[in-house]
């Protein structure tokens, strides 16, 4: 609990902290890893070196800053690094190493101006923000280990089945090699995979590509040149091999209502949106499915999609984009004149998942076409950022 003297502290110096923020975050991580090199290898070095995580964690604190007066409002804007933090396994017992790192790390950048009661009240901030973290993620680890078929930590599982979905994406389908049932996930959340790469783990996140179905769990990975994961997916990895899984996450989820919904994608971002398609077209809702890929070569789950329209012909409409090519209902972009052209009603819920650029473009034009930030829904195949056109 922070005092009144902390809080006025706090709010005094927020400005400061703030100022100094990419100085503070990129000491923090360095000396995190120099002092504790066991968490180093739940991070994406990419992050890392492009800057997006260590930005998203300094800006989770400081944002808190000003919801902590609104504690439901708070929790709700924790979702997503809730959600992150769950399907890595992460554990109350990392908090006081990242706690210590932090106010190391603002202790060298702020120097003298970090008096002990600032640092104190600092200090008193972030314990908040763990305990809180600490108690919405504990919620989620005991909720999913009650479902049938749940589990806690990670869950060895052995690749059953794979499927080449286009010249770059691969479907790997996992079952527990403890040969129990899975528990279900939400369409459009993702999981935690940990792969063993030359003697070390490693960590990424995938979204789980179909309907749950109790006995395994599907992902579907593009091939990326220089992907550390990826390649080891496409290149190394084969039917047979094992690896673990951590528990199913992430809030971009099917949300309940009847209105038609428009789902777009690039590239890769269609993996989370075939399950939220399917889920919804079995609860009777109308679906536009629009796909943008560069060519047919990278066209993915032509057949699924095809699968289903036969399934649900009235209820679903397919728009298939390539950039170059022919032969698909839209030859170009996914652009402002295509959205306004099958945007099913101006109460449409919008799912838009794929690369920043894309997904800057198609929300600046659902904006721009009415549609209400509350039914635009995205997630980004990284740390959460602003979408800012490219
Ligand atoms: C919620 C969520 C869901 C996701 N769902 C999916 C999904 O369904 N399918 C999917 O394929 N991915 C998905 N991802 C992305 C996935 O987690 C990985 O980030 C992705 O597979 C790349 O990992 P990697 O280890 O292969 O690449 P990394 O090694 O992490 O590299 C990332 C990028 O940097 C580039 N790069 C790396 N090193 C270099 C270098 N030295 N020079 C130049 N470029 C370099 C790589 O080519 C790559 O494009 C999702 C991510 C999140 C957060
Ligand atoms: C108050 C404390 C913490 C805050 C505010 C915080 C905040 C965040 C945020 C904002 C993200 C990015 C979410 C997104 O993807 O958009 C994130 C991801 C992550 N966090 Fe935390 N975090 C905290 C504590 C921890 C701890 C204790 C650990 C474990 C050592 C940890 C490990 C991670 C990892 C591994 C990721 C994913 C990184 C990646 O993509 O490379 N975090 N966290």
Same mark, same amino acid.
């Given at each position: ?10 709010d005094?110096?927020?400005p400061?902290?703030?100022?100094h ?6 000491r923090?991580?360095?000396l995190m ?6 968490v180093?290898v739940?991070f ?6 492009n800057?997006?995580?260590?930005r ?10 000003q ?13 997503i690094?809730?959600?992150?933090h769950?399907?890595?396994n992460?554990l109350?017992?990392?908090y ?26 600092w200090g008193?901030l ?9 108690d919405?993620?504990?919620q989620?680890?005991?909720e ?15 690749i059953?089945r794979?499927h ?8 790997f389908?996992?079952?527990?090699? =403890?040969?129990g ?5 939400? @369409?459009? *959340?993702?999981?935690? !995979?940990? /792969?063993?790469?030359? +003697? #070390?783990?490693?960590?990424?996140h995938?979204?789980l590509?179909?309907?749950p179905n ?9 091939r ?19 690896l ?22 690039g ?36 057949d =699924? ?7 649900? @012909?009235? *209820?679903?409409?397919? !728009?298939? /984009?390539?950039?170059? +090519? #022919? ?13 306004a ?8 819920r919008?799912?838009f ?9 198609v ?15 995205f997630?980004?195949?990284g ?7 490219a």
């Amino acid at each position: 609990m922070l005092s009144h003297e902390q809080e006025a502290l706090i709010d005094a110096t927020a400005p400061v902290v703030a100022e100094h923020l990419n100085a503070i975050t990129s000491r923090f991580y360095p000396l995190m890893f120099e002092r504790y090199p066991e968490v180093k290898v739940l991070f994406n070095e990419v992050h890392q070196q492009n800057g997006s995580q260590p930005r998203a964690l300094a800006g989770a604190v400081l944002a808190y800053v000003q919801l902590r007066g609104n504690p439901a409002k708070a929790r709700a804007a924790l979702d997503i690094v809730v959600s992150k933090h769950v399907s890595l396994n992460i554990l109350p017992e990392h908090y006081p190493i990242v706690g210590e790192c932090l106010m190391a790390a603002i202790g060298e950048v702020l120097g003298d101006a970090l008096t002990p009661e600032i640092a104190d009240a600092w200090g008193a901030l972030y314990n908040e923000l763990a305990a809180l973290l600490i108690d919405l993620e504990d919620q989620r680890y005991r909720e999913f280990e009650s479902r049938p078929g749940g589990w806690r930590g990670a869950r060895r599982f052995k690749i059953a089945r794979t499927h080449q979905e286009s010249s770059v994406i691969r479907s790997f389908v996992f079952e527990p090699e =403890d040969g129990g049932p899975v528990a279900a996930h939400e @369409p459009g *959340q993702y999981i935690g !995979v940990r /792969v063993m790469i030359d +003697g #070390e783990p490693v960590y990424r996140h995938y979204s789980l590509s179909d309907l749950p179905n109790g006995r395994s769990y599907r992902i579907s990975i593009k091939r990326e040149e220089q992907g550390r994961v990826s390649r080891h997916f496409h290149d190394v990895l084969a039917v047979g091999d094992t690896l673990e899984l951590l528990p199913p996450a992430g809030d971009l989820t099917l949300i309940e209502g009847s209105e038609p919904l428009l789902l777009a994608s690039g590239g890769v971002g269609q993996t989370p949106l075939l399950p939220i398609a399917r889920q919804a077209l079995l609860d009777g809702r109308r679906v536009v499915y629009l796909h943008a890929a560069i060519d047919r070569d990278h066209h993915a789950f032509g057949d =699924d999609v095809k699968a289903l329209k036969r399934d649900y @012909p009235e *209820q679903l409409t397919v !728009v298939n /984009v390539l950039e170059r +090519g #022919e032969g698909v209902e839209h030859i170009g972009r996914i652009d402002r004149d295509l959205l306004a052209r099958y945007l099913p009603g101006p109460r449409a819920r919008c799912y838009f998942v794929g690369p920043q650029g894309f997904m800057a473009a198609v929300d600046t034009a659902l904006a721009g076409l009415g549609i209400d930030d509350s039914h635009r829904h995205f997630e980004h195949f990284g740390p959460a950022r602003p979408l800012v056109a490219a």
